[in-house]
C-alpha cells in the first residue's frame, strides 16, 4: 500500500509538473506567437504577375526574401505569355521557388496569349525559354502548379480581402485585362497596383505594353485602385552594366548561382560588352513596391490611356477624358539604395532555408 501511495503521490507531483510544464510551455508559444502577431505580422500582402525573364527571377528573390523576413507575405504568383511562352513562364518561377525553399507559394497559370495577335514576332530579350535556355538534370515540378486559373484564384483572395492586397505586374497586363472583364469588382478589390511598364513621354515603346496593347489600355482607363508605374524611360535612366552585376562577389548559394548562370550564359549568347547596359526594370520595380519612400526620388501623377493604332502603338499616352490622376509615374529612382537591398535580397534568400541546386548541366 505504501509503494502504491508513493507511486501515486509521485504520479500526481509528475503530472503537476508536466502540467505546469505544459502551461509554461503553451504561455511561451502564445507570447511568441502574439509578439510575432503583434510586431511582425505583414501588413503588406501582394499577389505578383510575371512572364518568366531573368529580371522577373530577380524581382521574385527580392520579394520572397522580404516574404522570408515577414515584411509581406506573397499571395500568389500568376503566369502570363511575355519573355517566352507560358510553359516555360511557370517552369521558370517553379525552379525558383524549388532554388529557394519556398514551393509552398501557390503558383497559377493564366493567359498563353495576348488579346490580340500579332503581326510580327516579339523580341526574346532572355532567349526562347526566358532564361538564358539553360540545360538542366531534371524539369521542374509541374505538380506544384495549381489547376485553379489565375484570374480565380486572384478573385478569391482579394474579394475575401477587399483593399488589402497589391498586385504587382511584372509582364504584359494581359492577366489584369481579363480579370477586369470577368469581373466587375476585381479592380475596386484591389488595395494597388505597381506595374512595370508604359513609356510616357517618348516615342519609343515599352516591350510589355507592345506585347499586349488593349489589355495595358484597359487596365490604365478603368482601374479604381491607385497605380504605381515605372516605365521604360525612367529604368533606362540606370547607368548599371553588366560589370556592375558581375562584380558583385561574396554571395554563393543556389538562387543566386542560377540566376549568375542564366546572366552570364545571356551575356556570351548575345555577344555582349562588359560595359552595355544591363537593365533591371522588374527588380526595380519590386524595390518600389516594398520600399516606395526610400526609393522614389521624383514622380508625377496622371491619367494615362493607350495609343492602340499605328504609329507606336503601345505608346502610353495622357487621357484628358478623365479628371482623376490615380496613376503615379515614377521619374527618378534610388539607384545606390536599390542595388543594395538587390544584394542583400541574394544574400539573405537562402538564410535558415534548405535552398536546393537546380542542377545545371550547361
Ligand atoms: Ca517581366
Same mark, same amino acid.
Given at each position: ?19 505546469? =510544464? ?26 505578383i504577375d510575371v512572364d518568366g525573364g531573368i529580371d522577373d527571377y530577380q524581382a521574385l528573390t527580392i520579394l520572397i526574401n522580404a516574404d522570408n523576413q515577414l515584411m509581406i507575405k506573397i499571395e500568389a504568383i500568376i503566369c502570363t505569355d511575355g519573355n517566352t511562352e507560358l510553359k516555360n513562364v511557370e517552369n521558370n518561377v ?10 509552398? /507559394? ?39 502548379? =495549381? ?20 498586385? /504587382? ?59 504605381t508605374m515605372f516605365t521604360w524611360q525612367a529604368c533606362a535612366k540606370a547607368n548599371f552594366t553588366f560589370g556592375t552585376l558581375f562584380n558583385i562577389t561574396g554571395i554563393s548559394n543556389p538562387v543566386w548561382n542560377l540566376m549568375e548562370k542564366a546572366e552570364r550564359k545571356l551575356f556570351k549568347d548575345n555577344k555582349e560588352s ?89
Amino acid at each position: 500500500m505504501e509503494t502504491v501511495k508513493r507511486k501515486v503521490d509521485f504520479g500526481v507531483f509528475s503530472n503537476t509538473t508536466k502540467m505546469l =510544464k505544459t502551461l509554461c510551455f503553451l504561455a511561451v508559444i502564445l507570447h511568441v506567437t502574439t509578439s510575432r502577431l503583434i510586431f511582425t505580422k505583414p501588413d503588406k500582402r501582394v499577389i505578383i504577375d510575371v512572364d518568366g525573364g531573368i529580371d522577373d527571377y530577380q524581382a521574385l528573390t527580392i520579394l520572397i526574401n522580404a516574404d522570408n523576413q515577414l515584411m509581406i507575405k506573397i499571395e500568389a504568383i500568376i503566369c502570363t505569355d511575355g519573355n517566352t511562352e507560358l510553359k516555360n513562364v511557370e517552369n521558370n518561377v517553379l525552379r525558383l521557388l524549388q532554388a529557394a525553399d519556398r514551393t509552398d /507559394i501557390p503558383v497559377y497559370s493564366g493567359s498563353y496569349e495576348q488579346i490580340l495577335p500579332h503581326k510580327e514576332e516579339m523580341p526574346k530579350w532572355y532567349g526562347e525559354d526566358g532564361f538564358a535556355d539553360l540545360k538542366y538534370k531534371r524539369e521542374p515540378n509541374r505538380y506544384l502548379l =495549381k489547376k485553379e486559373l489565375a484570374q480565380v484564384a486572384v478573385y478569391n483572395i482579394i474579394s475575401r480581402n477587399p483593399g488589402k492586397v497589391s498586385l /504587382i505586374v511584372l509582364g504584359p497586363q494581359t492577366n489584369s485585362a481579363l480579370g477586369f472583364r470577368i469581373y466587375q469588382k476585381y479592380g475596386e478589390y484591389l488595395k494597388d497596383m505597381h506595374i512595370m511598364g508604359g513609356n510616357f513621354g517618348e516615342d519609343e515603346v515599352e516591350f510589355n505594353f507592345l506585347f499586349d496593347p488593349e489589355a495595358a489600355d484597359i487596365v490604365l482607363t478603368t482601374t479604381k485602385c491607385p497605380i504605381t508605374m515605372f516605365t521604360w524611360q525612367a529604368c533606362a535612366k540606370a547607368n548599371f552594366t553588366f560589370g556592375t552585376l558581375f562584380n558583385i562577389t561574396g554571395i554563393s548559394n543556389p538562387v543566386w548561382n542560377l540566376m549568375e548562370k542564366a546572366e552570364r550564359k545571356l551575356f556570351k549568347d548575345n555577344k555582349e560588352s562588359i560595359d552595355s547596359q544591363w537593365f533591371a526594370c522588374d527588380p526595380v520595380t519590386a524595390a518600389v513596391y516594398l520600399y516606395p519612400e526610400e526609393t522614389i526620388l521624383s514622380s508625377s501623377q496622371h491619367s494615362l490611356q493607350v495609343k492602340l493604332s499605328e504609329p507606336n502603338r503601345g505608346l502610353t499616352v495622357d487621357d484628358d477624358s478623365r479628371t482623376e490622376k490615380q496613376i503615379k509615374v515614377i521619374e527618378k529612382v534610388d539607384w545606390k539604395f536599390f542595388m543594395t537591398g538587390f544584394i542583400e535580397s541574394f544574400k539573405k534568400i537562402c538564410t535558415n532555408r534548405i535552398c536546393v541546386d537546380q542542377g545545371v548541366i550547361s
